[in-house]
């Protein structure tokens, strides 16, 4: 049981940033659930793929939301695997965890969300322009859904979700970690939670690439942001650590071996639910502190 602290933290221009990777998404939700019990509140919050999931259900203050959706023990209510796949052309089923859980099986608070004071950004690339686009809703609640959508749905997993007249892949093939997207919208300190551990890094082989090559060769851009997403990676990393020496960043990332980014194994998932948990309970005094030290003790500086 996660012990509840009554003081309600809201660090003014403090952002938080919240990677994807599929189902080691679960970690961030135990980080988040954490923050939720203890009452920390950010006033902007930046996801992407799995993270804009988190983003979710971390807005609208649903402790718990984002686990529920991703661990789910009955075959029946999978949104992943062949029986997708048969029945709804895709092997991720992505309607169903942003359409049919938050109406029906798993209520989502539309409002709660909407009037949480928390400004957010769901990061999705532009499968034209192979660029990422940083997009917001506050009142229609089918739009925040496809949003959430957008931003998840993995490249040969996922069919492109059209939105605006645009059509849209994972945010994270053309931005992982949006912590420069943060950092611009005016955010000069920023909690970062990771779904990596330090030194795992995207990779993609031969037979990949193909796969890529055969089934996006109508969108150019696209592939070029997919073929260059590990050097990418690797330089939001370096970015990271150099926040991190100049006090901008707190990172907060698993320790324990990553998951399969499409684990099907509920107990596994549970684990690494609660090693999220344990993680932020862990950091929790420090991160305190970096929360209270002046914002500006250090200017910014070119990176």
Excluded at 36 to 51: C, D, R, T
Excluded at 215 to 223: E, S, T
Excluded at 262 to 276: A, I, M, Q, V
Aim: proline share 4%.
């Amino acid at each position: 049981m996660i012990g509840i602290d009554k003081q309600l933290y809201q660090p003014n221009g403090v952002g938080l940033v919240l990677e994807g990777g599929a189902l080691r998404g679960v970690f961030t939700a135990g980080v988040l659930d954490y923050f939720m019990e203890k009452g920390l509140k950010f006033p902007y919050v930046v996801g992407v793929s799995a993270g804009a999931c988190n983003l979710l259900g971390y807005a609208s203050h649903q402790i718990g939301y984002t686990k529920n959706c991703m661990i789910q023990g009955e075959a029946k209510n999978h949104y992943f695997g062949v029986n997708q796949l048969i029945h709804a052309k895709t092997i991720i089923n992505l309607d169903r965890i942003f359409y049919e859980y938050p109406y029906n099986q798993l209520p989502f608070d539309f409002k709660a969300f909407f009037n949480s004071g928390i400004r957010t950004e769901f990061v999705v690339t532009n499968c034209a322009t192979g660029k990422a686009e940083y997009l917001h809703e506050n009142r229609d609640n089918y739009r925040l859904s496809t949003l959430g959508k957008a931003s998840a749905s993995v490249p040969l997993f996922s069919k492109m979700v059209e939105l605006d007249g645009k059509k849209y892949l994972d945010g994270g093939l053309s931005d992982s970690i949006p912590i420069e997207r943060a950092v611009k919208q005016g955010y000069s300190k920023n909690i970062v939670v990771l779904t990596r551990r330090l030194g795992d890094m995207p990779t993609m082989n031969y037979y990949q690439r193909i796969l890529y090559q055969t089934f996006y060769k109508d969108f150019p851009k696209l592939l070029d942001a997919i073929f260059n997403r590990a050097e990418m990676y690797k330089r939001q990393i370096i970015l990271l650590e150099c926040l991190k020496e100049d006090g901008k960043v707190f990172i907060i990332r698993p320790e324990l071996p990553e998951i399969k980014r499409f684990e099907t194994d509920p107990d596994k998932l549970e684990s690494y639910y609660n090693h999220g948990i344990e993680i932020a309970k862990s950091c929790w005094k420090d991160l305190q502190s970096y929360l209270s030290n002046d914002l500006y003790e250090r200017p910014m500086r070119e990176y």
